[in-house]
Nanobody, 124 residues
Framework: QVQLVESGGGLVQAGGSLRLSCAAS????????MGWFRQAPGKEREFVAA???????TYYNDSVKGRFTISRDNATTVYLQMNSLKPEDTAVYYC??????????????????WGQGTQVTVSS
């Protein structure tokens, strides 16, 4: 089985930065695409960013493009660097892994494994 554990969330002022980490383990982890989604109370879980198995392709939600950067250590860890944070970024952030193709996707149902989430709160 694959296990994902997020860390790095917290409280930050608008305009500040946070760096989320996702530690992953399991068979063929380095061949999986990885992503981040977020969910605020009363809202659907929303795609944030994804990275292909090799790290050569990335894709971002338009709402975070230019502010967030996804990267990976193909052996162990995926990161989300979040800059210029806004109150609308407040949510629980989830790390996720895609088993079958290794390609980026914006669709929640394309992903197979999920972490427990880490809270990000941006104050105004």
């Amino acid at each position: 089985q694959v296990q994902l554990v997020e860390s790095g969330g917290g409280l930050v002022q608008a305009g500040g930065s946070l760096r989320l980490s996702c530690a992953a383990s399991g068979r063929a982890f380095s061949s999986y695409a990885m992503g981040w989604f977020r969910q605020a109370p009363g809202k659907e879980r929303e795609f944030v960013a994804a990275i292909s198995w090799s790290g050569s392709s990335t894709y971002y939600n338009d709402s975070v493009k230019g502010r967030f950067t996804i990267s990976r250590d193909n052996a162990t860890t995926v990161y989300l660097q979040m800059n210029s944070l806004k109150p609308e970024d407040t949510a629980v952030y989830y790390c996720t892994a895609e088993r079958d193709t290794g390609r980026v996707s914006v669709l929640r149902n394309d992903y197979d494994y999920w972490g427990q989430g880490t809270q990000v709160t941006v104050s105004s």
